[in-house]
């Protein structure tokens, strides 16, 4: 945030030069970013986090260098002097949405002419980063960033019967606001109103019909409180942020209201020679709240591992506008300001104390450390296998954040949009995923747009099913997914150029399951909507479905701006920790000290058996010591007859102990193409 050096200066009196101002602030807390030059005047950039919106403005600012340096604070005036008619005869207010209006302050300034602001004013603005509009609304900045509470502007006159009602927008209700959009509101919304609707946004933004022009003679000034979530809601729905709902959201100071509006009224009688009328429209459904934090000094010394005395501890305190009450010799208790919101535990007030005592005078120390025999859980071990093995196979890993849009679950076969976030990040990624899938689609397309020849990318988290019972809690489950595409590529010199297939994803997969101890699965054919025709299959251990593989269709792909064919595979991490059980099933298998003996068999069978039966027939038959078995061809197509498809396959056979003849590897071959024949009616290519 931007802060004008000469500004601060005139709310405390401070001889350190710019650069020792920064680092003093810095030293307690509220970080500098840079300093610049605008005119002759000196522009800071603090950055203040979203838990100090009392730092906010300049006397903020100038409080916490105040207690820094021990240097004088120096309070803008905030006396109005009221000679115009009783304001009571001029305007009305009534809080009708107690809950989410906790006080409502308004200021009458009667016979205004509204002009141009003096160049002092806009000079200020200017420096801040604000556009000088006319003498009035330049007041109303001019107050929020001195003393950090936003104020509103109406034209009294264009308030029907003079009134002003703080109430729910009603449905279906519309406001233009200052901006020039005509938008819709919800009973959600709260709005500030006349007798007849909607004049301003509660919090965060004026309406076109009340904004204060060249004909306004009387001015209403608001000053109110507004509930920080409400005018949270308020500004993401619609899309806005302003100056005002910066500080109402992160919840501004109750207390500040009367003497920040009499403050601006002064500056707008003065800028327009106006008169303010007499007396305050205040409404306050809601008391003054007293927080009443304990503090042991004990404490104090044990969360800072420092020596300190009681009187620094209170004095530091006292500085920073806190109350003491003395409960005995070693403990208080603290009612903090009321611009302080953040401060409602006694760790709290040690922080404080920390901050202005010095964090460069806590001795350094280190931490104990508790060693846990066990070390990192089975899961977690788990877990850096299924990275490590899809690594290995040459995917890099992503991380996507669990954000997406109701599009990108219904493409990936949701039965729903999924669970709506109500505060989400991004506009339009308002839902938990249900698959990771949509999000490594995107971070395909970024890299092969980039032109990158081939991307294989991968990635470990959390998906979120919503539950068949509204209200509860959605199912997180722990899932891997992988995706690749691209154009022909050669991985090595002596490799020929191909492109990327079914079966890269399909052995990622089986390399991962096979990684934490468990049994290849076992692939059967399976459409999925998200999936070209044809081109997926499923993955099971047993009875249990780990997940799938297959090639994108076109249509999603086409979606995700992908132009090649793209591959993608998902499994699920808990049912393989359920295929488990009590854990992995390791087994050591010596290297085999005899030769093996390799076959191929050319085979025609209908198109509706696939390979995983043809292998699983020839594994079943007994005595036979297959020690593997490998698809290197399908065929489709003259001289195959129609409904029919070629596969030949590779088998080796091996026996512990021994050497095979011929005359066996014969016979195991003739029991197997019977078997085939038998179960899939299969014959051997050529006969």
């Known amino acids: 945030m931007r802060f004008s050096d000469p500004w601060l200066r005139d709310c405390v009196e401070t001889s350190l030069p710019p650069k020792a101002v920064g680092e003093r602030l810095t030293a307690v807390g509220i970080p500098l970013d840079s300093l610049e030059t605008f005119g002759r005047d000196t522009v800071y950039h603090f950055d203040v986090t979203s838990n100090r919106p009392d730092c906010m403005s300049h006397l903020g600012l100038a409080r916490e260098l105040s207690v820094a340096t021990g240097e004088k604070l120096k309070e803008p005036p905030s006396e109005a002097a009221a000679t115009g008619a009783p304001v009571e005869s001029l305007a009305s207010v009534a809080v009708e949405a107690p809950d989410l209006c906790g006080r409502y302050s308004a200021l009458v300034i009667q016979a205004v002419k509204v002009g141009p602001s003096p160049d002092w004013l806009s000079r200020r603005l200017q420096s801040v980063g604000l556009r000088p509009i006319n003498a009035v609304v330049d007041a109303t900045n001019y107050v929020l960033w001195e003393m950090g509470h936003p104020l509103h502007a109406f034209d009294l006159a264009r308030l029907a019967e003079r009134a002003i009602r703080v109430r729910r927008a009603r449905a279906g209700e519309r406001i233009t606001t200052l901006d020039g959009v005509e938008r819709k509101l919800d009973p959600e919304m709260l709005v500030i109103a006349d007798e007849r609707s909607a004049v301003a946004l509660a919090g965060v933004m004026g309406g076109r019909d009340t904004e204060i022009s060249g004909s306004t003679v009387d001015v209403l000034l608001e000053s109110a409180h507004f509930q920080p979530a409400s005018v949270r809601r308020t500004a993401r729905k619609l899309g806005l942020h302003t100056d005002a709902s910066h500080r109402f959201e992160r919840g501004a100071d109750p207390e500040i209201t009367q003497r920040a509006a009499s403050r601006c009224a002064t500056l707008i009688a003065e800028l327009t020679g106006g008169r303010i009328a007499r007396g305050v ?291 699920s991490l808990r049912e393989m920790a359920a295929a488990l059980g009590e854990g992995p099933a390791w087994r050591h298998s010596p290297l085999a000290r005899t030769p093996s003996v390799s076959r191929d068999l050319s085979l025609i069978l209908d198109q509706t058996h696939p390979y995983s039966e043809v292998e699983a027939v020839i594994r079943s038959v007994e005595g036979v010591p297959v020690a593997s078995v490998r698809l290197f061809d399908r065929y489709l197509g003259p001289p195959v007859p129609e409904g029919k498809v070629s596969m030949a396959v590779h088998v080796v056979f091996q026996a512990p102990g021994r050497t095979l003849v011929s005359e066996e590897v014969s016979g195991y071959l003739q029991r197997i193409v019977q078997r085939l024949r038998d179960r899939l009616g299969a014959v051997l290519r050529g006969n």
């Open 281 to 571: 429209l205040e409404a306050r459904p809601v008391p003054p709240l007293l927080r009443e934090i304990p503090l042991r000094s004990e404490r104090v010394r044990q969360l800072l591992g420092l020596a300190m005395t009681e009187e620094t501890m209170r004095s530091i305190l006292l500085k920073l506008g806190c109350r003491l009450a003395i409960v005995d010799a070693k403990s208080w208790c603290v009612t903090p300001p009321s611009f302080r919101g953040d401060l409602s535990l006694e760790e709290d007030l040690v922080e404080e104390i920390a901050r202005h005592h010095g964090y460069d005078r806590i001795p350094v120390t280190l931490p104990r450390m508790f060693v846990f025999p066990q070390g990192r859980s089975e899961a977690v071990r788990r877990l850096d296998r299924v990275r490590q093995a899809a690594q290995r196979c040459g995917f890099s890993e992503a991380l996507n954040l669990s954000m997406v849009s109701a599009a990108d679950n219904r493409s990936f076969g949701a039965d729903s949009d999924g669970m709506r976030i109500l505060n989400p990040l991004t506009e339009g990624q308002d839902r938990l995923r249900t698959s990771l899938v949509p999000g490594l689609l995107r971070n395909l397309a970024h890299n092969l747009n980039r032109g990158l020849p081939e991307a294989r990318l991968f990635e470990t988290g959390r998906v979120f099913l919503p539950s068949p019972r509204r209200g509860e809690l959605p199912d997180e489950e722990e899932r891997a997914a992988m995706v690749l595409a691209g154009g022909p590529w050669r991985h090595h010199w002596s490799e020929p150029e191909r492109e990327p297939d079914f079966f890269d994803v399909k052995g990622a997969v089986d390399l991962a399951v096979k990684s934490v101890g468990l049994p290849l699965p076992e692939w059967r054919p399976a459409e999925r909507p998200f999936l070209a025709p044809g081109r997926g299959a499923e993955s099971r251990l047993g009875l249990r479905l780990l997940g799938w593989a297959g090639e994108v269709s076109r249509e999603v792909a086409a979606a995700w701006e992908l132009e090649v064919s793209a591959f993608a595979a998902e499994i």
